[in-house]
């Protein structure tokens, strides 16, 4: 469960990113969060993986005030996020499968498990034959599907992407798409900031309106 | 759920730890090979800084072992009044005798020193032609030099020279004082330099480890955006740090001994020209393991202190 309560962020330039905002998600559901460049989309997601702190208000995450949460736990914290960029974050100077495997390395997992999670995220994302390769040889929609297999082979309870699909064509974006309905469709919870509107309008999951870093609309239950 | 917050079961948290350190402790030495230029150049000047302060070491060790003998070499000569009697003059070598810091007094009678004059000198015959002997009588007496040390020395001289019935006293030991001076100059100078060459290590890892952390930003922030702890971050370049010490010493020790082995061979016969059997010492054991463990230990430290100083600074925006 992901839960916002009256959550407002300044920036040190004055720059009020997000006023007020009541946000609920329960575990299990997927929304979209929209709006222009600005909105406060991206604000919202690195709150929730505290990239950033909030000023104001609380954020609960799976039962647990992220405001008590030391800055020596951040790290354990995030291990249970999978994030998804628009540049992806790959790195250029390793193959697929040690970009892949970053995640349970940092998590400590022994060498054979490591093998056998990354391939499966792989698979899933259907580049299992292209572990070898180099990132910087793979089209777009490949290294942003490393990406999503790289956010969820420690499996997170929660997957977060931020405007995934901003660099791909339709046909591609629709794949992407398609791969986060599946991981919803086995119980992770997905948030996900694009404002591709006419692919996410029809995939009929709620979404959530941002405009001048206020909650706009919303085809799903709030708290007011 | 619950379990979301919390650090991992502590038996994992070992497991994780120990499979970590494995991987850093090998994949910062695979960084060394991947980039053996830059690493060549680090680990040069790192071996060059580490073989002069070893190398002056030796030095000093060579120095004050030629010339360990040298010390019990010192005596004073007593030139009493020449006419003392000879049973005065054995009173006095008795009572000189008694003094702690005197290991040995020797009785020169003014004859005997006569005799050894004409047999060393050669003037022999003009000597015969004297009437008197214009020699006076000695005492030659051999002070405990290393046990008293320089300042009883002082007082002994100084009180010798105040004693009736010797009218000089000579002390052949200036030169030796001089030598103990400039060794213990030269040891500071060691010392200092090795203070210098120390704090270079450290510069010289800290920036090689700080350039390192620079060029490897986007991978610090992807990992710390997956959950990798700033401990796990520092750990490849901790481990960076500890292997271009060790390397680096290494390669000081080769060349110490190297230079030694160059100039074994020159000492020897310049030695046996003045008929000495000195050989050059070269490092034992245990200054060898004292290069290593300070070169890894001034690694280690140069990296901790860029790693503490920058990695904390770079955070995912």
Redesign the interface.
Known sequence: MILFQNVSKRYETGQEALSGINLKLEDGDMAFLTGHSGAGKSTLLKLTALIERPSRGQIVVNKKNLTNLGNRRIPYYRRNLGIIFQDHHLLYDRSVFDNVSLPLVIAGFRHQEIGKRVRAALDKVGLLHKEKAQPITLSTGEQQRVGIARAVVTKPPILLADEPTGNLDPGLSREIMDLFLEFNNVGVTIVVASHDIDLISTLGKRMIQLEGGRIVSSSGPDIQ | ??G?????ELH??I???A??HA?AFFFSLGKIYRAPVASIMTIAVLGIALALPSGLYLLLNNIEQATAGWDHGARVSLFLEKDMTEKNQKALADKILLRPEVIKVERISADQALAEFKQHSGFGAALDALDDNPLPPVLVVYPDYEGTGLKAMEVLIDNLSRTRGIEEVILDMRWLQRLQAIMETTRRTVFVIAGMLALTVILVVGNTIRLDIQNRR??I??????????A?IRRPFLYGGLWYGLIGSLLGIITVQGALALLQGPVESLAGLYGSEFALLGLNTNEISWVFASGTLLGWLGSWIAVGRHIKDI???
């Open positions: 759920m619950n979301l917050f919390r650090k991992p994992s948290r497991v994780a730890w499979v970590s991987r986007q991978e922030e992807v990992a710390k955006l997956i959950g990798a702890t700033d796990f955070e995912p925006t």
